[in-house]
């Protein structure tokens, strides 16, 4: 079954440091690959996302990721980090050939000044 | 700002009301989505519609019955609801119903049930 694990529940980092999200992902072939932001009381915001070619792709905000296959992984990262990135940020998976988003439990973070 | 529209933004009802959500796109989008977002958890899959037809039910309770009236209209009839349907639902859109489209999200509905 297709599955999406983010290994850390909470992370806190200080602001102006880097940044790295992690994201496994289960699944036989390559999916479509995405990571969104949702902060208090809002909506899920698109970062970036991944479908083919170069495995390093750049989102909004700052952010980039980077898939690498034979880790099954598309971790997130941000070389430094502004306060206003506290957030809750969820990676997802779109098996081919579904309206269906799976994601992963989410990481919430904290930026201290 | 959000290119997804729902209203309204928090809802308070009682178990015996009938309500409805409102979710509104005008990307030209033909897929929408319900999800219900229950705190510190991720979005669950609740319907999906796809050029006007309902094409994915997750097993949602019959207390929830979605409608889409056209492609850019999405409405969520609520009626006899529990308190632990108490959550945020959000409404999504993409362009089709091929899975490399991105689902661009609307900022919810907080609906709490008393």
């Known amino acids: 079954a297709q599955s999406v694990t983010q290994p850390d529940i909470h992370i806190t980092v200080s602001e102006g440091a880097s940044l790295e999200l992690r994201c496994n992902y289960s699944?036989?072939?390559?999916?479509?690959l995405f990571w969104y932001v949702q902060s208090p009381g809002q909506g899920l915001q698109l970062l970036l996302k991944?479908?083919?070619?170069?495995?390093l792709v750049q989102g909004i905000k700052g952010f980039e990721a980077e898939f690498k296959r034979s880790q099954s992984s598309f971790n997130l990262r941000k070389p430094s980090v502004h306060w206003s990135d506290a957030a809750e940020y969820f990676c997802?998976?779109?098996?081919?050939?579904?309206?269906?988003?799976?994601f992963g439990t989410g990481t919430r973070l904290q930026v201290f000044p | 700002d959000t290119e997804v529209t729902q209203t309204p933004k928090h809802l308070v009802m009682g178990m015996t009301n009938k309500k409805s959500l409102k979710c509104e796109q005008h990307?030209?989008?033909?897929?929408m989505y319900w999800y219900k977002q229950k705190a510190k958890k991720p979005p669950e899959l609740m319907f999906v519609?796809?050029?006007?037809?309902?094409?994915i039910n997750e097993s949602v309770p019959s207390r929830f019955s979605p409608e889409c009236p056209n492609s850019s209209l999405l409405n969520l009839h609520l009626h006899a609801l529990q308190p632990e349907d108490s959550a945020l639902y959000l409404c999504?859109?993409?362009?089709?119903?091929?899975?490399?489209?991105?689902?661009?999200f609307g900022d919810g509905t907080r609906l709490s049930i008393l």
């Open positions: 999504a859109s993409s362009q089709g119903d091929t899975s490399n489209q991105p689902q661009h």
């Open positions: 699944y036989g072939a390559t999916p479509y």
């Open positions: 991944y479908f083919s070619g170069d495995t």
């Open positions: 997802a998976v779109a098996p081919y050939n579904t309206d269906k988003l799976i």
């Open positions: 990307m030209g989008h033909r897929a």
């Open positions: 519609y796809s050029y006007e037809k309902l094409s």
